[in-house]
């Protein structure tokens, strides 16, 4: 059965016997987009600040909370067969929906950019390993076409069959090996007893490790539900999603703080990239850095759809437009502003998406009805708090975090504000 997520339009729901994800095809799917270059920087990012086991911790931690709120979402979408933007207008409203998906659109945007640059620069390192600095193999410009134009086709033809023809079969167990290889090599070469005795510089609250951790899980939550919704049953979507990610995520998270430490303890990219480069003669680098090219699909497709939410256009259509941009934004940007990239993207979309659950589990008990004409101002008031609340935290009081607390009190105000304002619903679904 060919099955793409373009078949059917973001505000269509997907028929049930077009429902064929069963939880081993999602755990393939976000184990494999849980493991990736760009989680393996991430990593490094925490590295300096917290040492070994303070890292360890707030990757333990954040990847677990991030998880079960990315499954829990993943569920809305096998409960509505509803693509993620889409969805939104159940709780938003049908204008109020269009705010998260401009938003969505540009973080996506942004996503893609950052795939084709990991993928552009561990590219071009091996080429002038294997070869020469001066060679073609090695030229930043060529890798960054290269992966733009393959990850642009991925998304233009929209291969969801890919999961089950070519990823679970096979392509698991290669990342599996890849991952593996890199774990025995880091335990032949280096000290961990050391590292792990060895504290971080201070330069990094716990608070802000564990919401740059938990911002990876969450950065997948405006998209999850354009593929859940092929879900067969929500607790195949729950577990295989959960389990799936959370194993990927914080596997390769934790190799990037460990490798940084011991192999790259400058920090930088390149001394990360070097590291990763000399094991095992760089296959599990290579294995990885393809395995890169499914995420920047997921980040173009994905925000295609979203732009369907907003743009009457086919998504093919949209998705080489995207992939274009994405493509030259990969060619002038630089890697520098990522972690402020992570942040940002929690302060928007963790509040968003405690309105929802809240909204989906609670106050609609999991039905999918209706979506109002307009805007449902009790949702928008609830988003604003909790994004508010999220900066004032993180600003003033970075050490607690910022991430969870404005995910649970813009819930707490969904909860309040729509039992308040549930007349007004019912009169809208009427």
């Known amino acids: 059965m060919n099955i793409t997520s373009s078949t059917y339009s973001p505000d269509l729901a997907v028929p049930a016997e077009r429902r064929v994800f069963g939880a081993r095809d999602l755990f393939s799917l976000w184990f ?39 499954a829990a979402v993943g569920v809305i979408g096998s409960d509505t067969g509803l693509a993620s933007m889409a969805a939104l207008k159940l709780s938003l409203g ?20 950052f795939e084709i640059i990991v993928m552009r620069d561990a590219a ?19 890798w960054t076409l290269f992966f733009g134009a393959l990850a642009t086709l991925l998304a233009v033809s929209g291969p969801l069959a890919f999961v089950r ?15 593996l290889w890199l774990t025995w090599n880091l335990f032949a070469k280096a000290d961990l007893a050391a590292l792990w005795a060895q504290a971080g510089d201070g330069s990094m609250p716990l608070g802000v490790g564990f919401d740059i951790a938990i911002a990876m899980p969450l950065s997948w939550l405006p998209l999850i539900a354009d593929y859940s919704r092929f879900g067969q049953r929500a607790r195949h979507v729950f577990g295989g999603t959960a389990l799936g990610f959370f194993i990927g995520n914080l596997w390769l998270m934790s190799l990037g703080v460990a490798y940084t430490l011991a192999f790259a303890p400058s920090g930088e990219v390149n001394a990360l990239l070097l590291a990763l480069a000399g094991a095992g003669l760089g296959i599990p680098l290579l294995l990885i850095l393809l395995d890169e090219s499914e995420n920047a699909f997921a980040d173009i497709h994905s925000a295609a759809v979203s732009s369907g939410i907003l743009l009457r256009l086919k998504v093919e ?61 009790p949702a928008l008031l609830a988003w604003l708090g909790g994004v508010s609340t999220y900066h004032l935290l993180a600003n003033f009081y970075p050490d607690v975090g910022a991430t969870l607390p404005s995910l649970v009190l813009a819930g707490l105000l969904q909860g309040l504000l729509g039992r308040a304002f549930s007349g007004d619903r019912e009169t809208a679904r009427a």
Not at 96 to 111: F, I, M, R
Not at 366 to 371: D, K, M, S, T, V
Request: aromatic share 6%; proline share 3%; glycine share 12%.
């Open 317 to 377: 259509h949209l998705a080489l437009a995207i992939g274009l941009l994405c493509t030259l934004i990969a060619c002038l940007a630089p890697l520098a502003q990522y972690q402020n990239f992570l942040l940002l993207i929690g302060s928007v979309f963790a509040p968003l998406f405690g309105v929802v659950l809240v909204d989906h589990f609670i106050l609609r008990k999991r039905r999918a009805q209706g979506a109002a004409v307009g805007l449902r101002w």
């Open 124 to 142: 071009s390192l091996l080429g002038g390993r294997a070869f020469s600095e001066g060679s073609l193999l090695a030229s930043p410009l060529l």
């Open 32 to 70: 494999s987009l849980g493991i990736g270059l760009m989680v393996l920087q991430t990593g490094a990012l925490l590295a300096p600040g917290l040492g070994l086991a303070g890292a360890l911790l707030a990757i333990l931690l954040g990847t677990a909370v991030g998880v079960l709120l990315l």
């Open 165 to 179: 023809k070519i990823l679970r079969k096979w392509g698991i167990w290669l990342l599996l090996a890849a991952c």
């Open 94 to 113: 049908t204008r109020g929906a269009s705010l998260p998906a401009l938003l969505n659109l540009l973080q996506l945007v942004g996503w893609g950019a």
